[in-house]
């Protein structure tokens, strides 16, 4: 695939090939982290686990104004 994405660039009008290889390049890279997850597997690798979300407070009275409803759709706002 790399030699194909190579020879594709060095071509005259190689521009008309440019989503072609975005995608190779997308392929390659693609497989490039499947054989690194591929190794880490074989070799035993613990999984990481994700971080822990942390819980946001809830917002108190005096935190915000209270923000009044807005007007029914169609409405013209009172001034």
Same mark, same amino acid.
Do not use: N, Y
């Given at each position: 695939?790399? !030699?194909a994405a190579a020879e594709v660039e060095k071509m005259p009008?190689?521009?008309a090939a440019q989503d072609? %290889? $975005?995608? +190779?390049r997308d392929y390659m890279a693609t497989q490039r /982290? %499947?054989?690194q997850l591929e190794a880490a597997a074989l070799m035993? !690798?613990?999984? $990481?686990s994700a971080p822990a979300q /942390? $819980? +946001?407070p809830e917002p108190t009275a005096s935190a915000s104004p +209270? $923000?009044?409803p807005l007007p029914p759709a169609g409405?013209?706002?009172?001034?």
């Open positions: 695939m790399e !030699a009008g190689h521009d072609w %290889l $975005v995608r +190779a /982290a %499947l054989d035993g !690798a613990q999984p $990481v /942390a $819980v +946001a +209270a $923000v009044p409405s013209t706002p009172e001034v």
